[in-house]
């Protein structure tokens, strides 16, 4: 059975840093991209960017929004892709979630096939 | 302000048909990119439903199908229950933006 767990969540100051995990089982890990969403209070899901597997380099893409504050990478000997956000703003407080992604190698396109059950970031003064 | 256009709301009866619009453009739907949707109960995980625009993953029932045509995609869900009060997603992918999402969809079961 594939598992997800995020972890790391919690509250944080403007300004300051925090690091996502997402433990990844039942599945065998460096085959897949992996994703990152989040999910403000009343708001939709937004995706907030994409890790690939190694097999197409390990590269990254991410939404405008979170460009250049926002970091995925991935570790695969143990199973975990992370998310590093800096320079926090208020809007950056949602749940966040990560899931599994199928990438297609002939077009670059991807879906996000399982979730984890999100972990709450607050960022508050 | 979401790449791609959903209703905000749809409502329907138990036992009956309803269908989640989805528009996009020429850089997204409309380039033959595959359209993919999502199922949220609030609490939970959000569900893939629909992948490559009309297939279901194992478990999924086949109350729910997916179509797509020119630069727009449907849900459509048939016998309606209540389980199925849920927010829907579409998503594809654009030839300049990567990842798109439309902005959901509130199904009510009245």
């Known amino acids: 059975e594939v598992q997800l767990v995020e972890s790391g969540g919690g509250l944080e100051k403007p300004g300051r840093s925090l690091r996502l995990s997402c433990t990844a089982s039942g599945f065998t890990f460096g085959d897949y991209a992996m994703s990152w969403f989040r999910q403000a209070p009343g708001k939709g899901l937004e995706w907030v960017g994409f890790?690939?597997?190694?097999?197409?380099?390990?590269?990254?893409e991410y939404a405008a929004s979170v460009k250049g504050r926002f970091t995925i990478s991935r570790d695969d000997s143990k199973s975990i892709a992370y998310l590093q956000m800096n320079s926090l703003k208020t809007e950056d407080t949602a749940v966040y979630y990560c899931?599994?992604?199928?990438?297609?190698?002939?077009?670059?396109?991807?879906?996000?096939?399982?979730w984890g059950q999100g972990t709450l970031v607050t960022v508050s003064s | 302000q979401s790449v791609l256009t959903q209703p905000p709301s749809v409502s329907g009866a138990p036992g009956q048909r309803v269908t989640i619009s989805c528009t996009g453009s020429s850089s997204n739907i409309g380039a033959g990119y595959d359209v993919h949707w999502y199922q949220h109960l609030p609490g939970t995980a959000p569900k893939l439903l629909i992948y490559?625009?009309?297939n279901r993953p194992s478990g999924v029932p086949d109350r729910f199908s997916g179509s797509k045509s020119g630069t727009s995609a449907s849900l459509a869900i048939s016998g309606l229950q209540s389980e199925d009060e849920a927010a829907y997603y579409c998503?594809?992918?654009?030839?300049?933006?990567?990842?798109?999402f439309g902005g959901g969809t509130k199904l009510t079961v009245l």
């Open positions: 998503q594809s992918y654009d030839s300049s933006l990567s990842v798109v």
């Open positions: 490559g625009n009309s």
């Open positions: 890790i690939r597997s190694k097999a197409y380099g390990g590269t990254t």
């Open positions: 899931t599994s992604t199928h990438y297609y190698d002939s077009s670059g396109e991807v879906y996000f096939q399982h």
